[in-house]
């Protein structure tokens, strides 16, 4: 059964410090999202992707953040400066045109310390 | 701006006990409800879609249901291996991105 990966599982990272997070989406999948969950609450939306570009983003994602395809099958977050709070579990979840329904990859664990 | 509410937030059952979870929710046009399943440290297992009011969803032991204003997770003789945060989530007309509740924390002992 098709999955979403990523990688590292878990990074470690010093505070103002860059950091890229990987993913590879489900392959017929259109539709491209990352959200992070801070350890006991809830699961919260980044930003969308499709067709190569941004289609929507939360006030969480500002200028530090970046995403990117930069092949037909990685999917990317860009940290640029990590602060203690972007320490999170960091979820890339892939969609199919028309259904809704995403699906998401096991996560990255990211400890800024 | 959409909102979820789960309810309760923590739920504890003996092995075989049935109940149910809630997930209220506004939206402005529902373009889908959706139920999540996540173990600690893991990622959202999806579970279920809901697309319209009366809409019901079956797998195994778990049932989904759909109105206008809330989806109920019914849990049925629910086993040990069925512990774990369930999510529920919903999908705008006007958005494009799932907007999550706060989950609810399911523990079966058997």
């Known amino acids: 059964e098709p999955e979403v990966t990523q990688t590292p599982s878990h990074q470690v990272t010093q505070m103002g410090q860059e950091v890229i997070l990987r993913c590879v989406p489900i392959s017929n999948h259109l539709y491209f999202y990352w959200y992070r969950q801070i350890l006991g609450q809830k699961v919260e939306f980044l930003v969308s992707?499709?067709?190569?570009?941004?289609?929507?983003k939360s006030e969480i994602f500002d200028d530090q953040f970046s995403v990117e395809r930069p092949d037909g099958s990685n999917f990317t977050l860009k940290i640029r400066s990590t602060k203690l709070e972007d320490s999170a579990m960091y979820f890339c979840?892939?969609?199919?045109?028309?259904?809704?329904?995403?699906?998401f990859g096991p996560g990255t664990r990211l400890t800024v310390t | 701006e959409d909102q979820v509410t789960q309810s309760p937030e923590a739920l504890r059952l003996q092995e075989g006990e049935s109940s149910s979870l809630n997930c209220s929710y506004t939206?402005?046009?529902?373009?889908?409800l959706f139920w999540y399943r996540q173990d600690p440290g893991k990622g959202p297992e999806f579970l279920f879609t809901l697309y319209s009011a009366g809409e019901e969803k079956e797998k195994e032991r778990l049932k989904a249901t759909l109105t206008k204003k809330e989806s109920f997770l019914h849990i049925t003789a629910p086993k040990p291996e069925d512990s774990a945060t369930y999510l529920c989530?919903?999908?705008?007309?006007?958005?494009?991105?799932?907007?999550f509740g706060d989950g609810t924390t399911l523990t079966v002992k058997p």
């Open positions: 989530a919903v999908r705008g007309t006007n958005a494009g991105k799932s907007t």
């Open positions: 992707f499709y067709n190569n570009e941004i289609s929507e």
């Open positions: 979840a892939s969609e199919n045109r028309g259904l809704y329904e995403q699906y």
């Open positions: 939206v402005s046009g529902l373009r889908g």
